[in-house]
DNA sequence: GTGGTCTAGACCACC
DNA sequence: GTGGTCTAGACCACG
């Protein structure tokens, strides 16, 4: 289920990171959710437990996932605001790449022409 | 004139890389000027004088720099291709990103006319 | 009437043992009176009776709670010393923490004032 | 500098966390001032990097330090409110403590004048 | 030399 | 079985 570019720069906790977040917010992973189990996870994507568990760990400091000892991992209950935080982040980035292309010497309208 | 994050993950070379190369591709350093040079860019901005020498043989390996010995640096002739390209890789990363928003259940013409 | 924190470090049926003791020296459990069975409360909380048991079993040899055969657990009859002993710990922690204020550079005067 | 207690159950990386953030609110470490190389507080206090680093990660996501890689780790520059946050915790762990001696029946008068 | 990452493997408490 | 912690040691990029 989750992909890893074992030569990227990423280090890979953070690509376990990303996937997972990504998950959560395309709905794949609902809220209350289990996740695997740090050994199960780690077994499956063929590294060390203590990566799977650095990634846990980053996910849950930012809220986005719950972790029970000795029972197991959640996805946390309300993760509306993680989504629309992600949307608006996005389209910041958007507005951002905009005004790079509009410094370049290309119009607005020109630009949303060819998206579409 | 240069900012730079030392606390990113991106090395301080490759951040000298994309700002001068921001430089050129905005104008700001045109075809045939001449660069700092690496002892007075590394003075300015508080670094290794060797940091600055690998971020100018990148941008000279890339064309985009020609370093002429005891003359100094200089931004190379044609640079029209590397403008180009530099508008081609912003849009697809907004295509990219509009994709992702679509994952997320925003319509494109939403998405579209938000940006306006 | 038992709140558990399935997040905290602090071991389930130790929360349980503190959550009883907080009721008999706050007089909701009085001296005598029964507790819930261990598997009544196991229910209740929707934990592993072994839990519950484990923190009965600790309860009991402080002397807080008794335990009867086939009868079942009741408040020991002279929580006195408990209580007392409860109130000096907390006095303890209060004096803790205004030296810990007072090193941060507020004056006891001031801290007390504070709490009038 | 650092104690620790090996004995205890809270483990060793988070004495760590309290023990640096106890120094900066106490002004023994001050704003900007570099800390201990990872290598070298391991050493220090004879415990593995891999704790120590774990504890100064905790201590950046937390804004109290900041990371340069290849340069060291340092007091953040704004702490100010690290402090103020840290007094007002105390005076509320104060407060619920007082709550807790009324509830055992001793009047707030009777607290405040032990306390003197 | 500095931090960043990862592995392999161990032990623990809890349930 | 689960997560939590810690160790020992390795390799890497960076400056």
Redesign the pocket.
Known sequence: MINLDYQS???????IVSEIERYITLGILKPKEQ??????M?ITL??????V??A??ELEQRGIII???????FVADDIEKLICLKKEQIIEEIRVNIAELEKLGIKKEEIIQKLQ
């Open positions: 720069r990423t280090p890979i906790y953070k690509q996740l695997m189990s740090i050994r199960e780690a063929g590294i060390n437990p203590n990566t568990k650095k846990y760990t972790t029970v000892s000795t029972k197991g991992t």
